[in-house]
């Protein structure tokens, strides 16, 4: 059954007539005064989590480049290993701002303010079973533990005075509890429309009953429509007026781009032809630009309900398409398993970096579009993170647990240091191969359990100062109790 998104929340006050209730931002300026400042004070305290999953794992050199042997500006001991810090250290190439050859990206999109805004992190090990770990990027444990989306939409001490809203789920990456049994959550939508109508029109669906077709309307007519009421009021501010008719403007893009994707009139009927259409077109898995405009256009939605207060996690990783000419099983094995060859290696690194660029940075920038009651945008209040299914590094078989690549835009409203290079791996230590030359670290619980507590988790909720997230100590040889005590604790130089 798909989780009912509750319209109800804080931010979505103004009731329309006729039984209809559409999200729009909130405008602090038409509350009382007291109401206000609350309104405000609550919306400082918000918090917004997006993790994207990428398939499989790549090289050390082509995701980290000079970062491997960059000279550390700072050295500690932690867990029992000595690990490193250095500042970012980018380069200019033409107009892109560049760390690799995967970490790249347009100087336009990968701005001064959002590479200030970045982290990239190496030499975190996964402390559970490799092969292919759907649920291992957010923590989620077999019949043992939920997935950290999961954690985040059950938490009452995440939402605080807002209503408890679902994650956007998308894919195999979510493991829910479910009447005693960690299973497979079940994904929000399958298509950007589909997710669209859900999430702005009111068909969700409840036991098992199909939901009714949305009207037959164009979602931003609606909108505006209340929106009217709105500024009619002389008591919404110019900064108010502003903010609204900026969601305007954005709901009228998303709409724009789904028509002109898919190819639907002007009233936005349905059934009608969206993502998953074009997913299934012929000559789409060969056409990675294609599939990137597709990520765009999910991000396009997925701001729109962070910004109206209908969800605050979103959690992804397509399946049916790679970034790359391949489908998911011809990547796995000509490109996943073929990276020895330089040609396949240097396919699969350009595949990760169109997801890099046009998926995460894409989403990370237009959440930074967005200004909320405090005036600060959602990605002042939030954290975009890439993780990878499988390590990083070489033979043998490109399936382990060592050094997961992690790249982070975001602050989290002031909890973690960003613009810095962290390189956690143990140099001195366990190493399994020698073309090329890897290593394992400390524990990616650990970055994890930062996480829960940067989303303004609460022990009562959940100690994620035990081991990290999910708080259950693996029974594995590889890491040290050493690096078990240090799992429930801050990454060093991470922490503000």
């Known amino acids: ?3 009912i998104y509750d319209k109800l ?3 979505q006050f103004l009731r329309g007539t006729g ?3 559409l999200a729009i931002p909130l405008l602090p300026s038409l509350l009382p005064r007291a109401a206000e400042a609350q309104a405000v004070g609550a919306a400082s305290a918000e918090r917004y989590f997006v993790h994207m999953t990428t398939w499989h794992g790549c090289f050390q050199e082509p995701y980290f480049g000079s970062l491997l042997n960059a000279t550390p500006t700072a050295t500690t001991s932690h867990g029992g290993i000595s690990v490193r810090s250095a500042p970012l250290p980018f380069t200019t190439e033409s107009d892109q701002a560049v760390l690799s050859s995967i970490l790249r990206a347009r100087s336009s999109l990968w701005t001064p303010r959002l590479r200030g805004l970045t982290n990239v992190i190496n030499g975190l090990d996964f402390a559970r079973g490799t092969g ?6 957010l923590g989620g444990v077999a019949d043992v533990a939920p997935t950290l989306d999961q954690l985040l939409a059950e938490a009452p001490s995440f939402y605080r005075s807002a209503v408890a809203q679902p994650a956007i789920v998308r894919n195999l990456v979510s493991l829910a509890r479910r009447s005693g049994s960690v299973v497979q959550t079940e994904e929000s939508a399958d298509s950007n429309v589909k997710l ?4 702005f029109k009111g068909t969700s669906s409840t036991g098992g009953t199909p939901a009714p077709a949305p009207e037959q309307v164009v979602l931003v007519d609606r909108v505006k429509e209340h ?13 108010c007026r ?15 781009k789904v028509q002109a994707s898919a190819g639907v009139s002007s009233d936005f009927t ?7 259409a074009v997913e299934r077109s012929a000559g789409f898995y060969g056409a990675p630009a294609t599939q990137v405009q597709c990520e765009q256009l999910w991000n396009d939605i997925v701001v729109a309900a962070f910004a109206a207060g209908i969800s605050r996690v979103y959690v992804c990783g397509p399946t049916t398409y790679t970034f790359g000419p391949e489908p998911e099983h011809s990547w796995h094995n000509a490109y996943a398993h073929g990276q020895d060859d330089p040609t396949v290696r240097a396919g699969f690194g350009a595949a990760v970096q169109r997801q890099f660029e046009g998926a995460l940075l894409d989403m990370a920038s237009k959440l930074d579009r967005v200004r909320t009651a405090d005036g600060a945008t959602l990605l002042d209040k939030g954290l975009v993170a890439s993780g990878f299914e499988l390590g990083s590094g070489g033979n043998p078989g490109h399936h382990h647990n060592r050094c997961i690549p992690v790249v982070s835009i975001g602050n989290a409203g002031g909890y973690f240091r960003t613009g810095q290079s962290l390189d956690y791996r143990d140099l001195n230590g366990f190493s399994w191969s020698s073309d090329p030359h890897w290593w394992g670290g400390l524990l990616y619980d650990q970055w994890l359990g930062m996480v829960v507590r940067a989303m303004g988790v609460s022990q009562a909720d959940f100690d994620s100062t035990r081991y990290g997230y999910p708080g259950v100590r693996a029974d594995n040889t590889d890491h040290t109790d050493a690096m078990w005590a240090a799992a429930g604790t801050n990454l060093p130089w991470l922490k503000a």
């Open 9 to 11: 929340s804080r931010r």
């Open 227 to 239: 929106a009217d009421l709105v500024l009619s009021d002389p008591s919404c501010s110019a900064d």
């Open 270 to 276: 349905r059934p009608t032809t969206d993502t998953l």
């Open 242 to 256: 502003s903010r609204l008719g900026d969601y305007l403007d954005m709901l009228s893009q998303v709409e724009a």
């Open 196 to 199: 669209f109508d859900r999430l």
């Open 19 to 21: 039984g209809a209730l």
């Open 1 to 3: 059954m798909k989780p």
């Open 132 to 137: 292919h770990n759907r649920g291992g990027t």
